[in-house]
């Protein structure tokens, strides 16, 4: 596995640790040059999307010896994006993630939640490119 998919693959576990919702990663390379992957999620309240950007931050620092680029939108918590450069955790409250559908603005990328939570992903495009 290569370094950025390891990363990826330690953001996704902590984000599902800190039971985060409807997780999708889109492979968003051959669509943009911002990132390579989008990690995408929903928190309940406030409180849980920091504790997820707050737990995805900490695994990096630990595991793999990183900090994001930048931080955006931890206070008040309804958007939070954490800019790792090649891949990007956005982390929403269910109604501000209902409001921006990031899914749909970067509907033609690929969801490979399935390689990365070992559950089968129900999102079209399970395939890398």
Partial sequence: MDVV???????VEAVLDRKGTEVDVLY???????????????GTTERQ????????????RTSDQVKP??????????WILVDYGDFIV???TEECRRFYALERLWGDAPNLIGEFSGEPSVAQGNERP
């Fill in 5 to 11: 998919r390891e990363r990826v693959q330690h953001a």
């Fill in 28 to 42: 968003v390379a051959a669509l943009t040059s911002i990132a390579d992957y989008f990690i995408i999620c929903s």
């Fill in 49 to 60: 999307t920091q504790a997820i950007a707050d737990a995805v931050e900490e695994r990096l």
């Fill in 69 to 78: 680029i930048f931080i955006e939108g931890q206070n008040p918590g309804r």
């Fill in 90 to 92: 956005h982390v929403f």
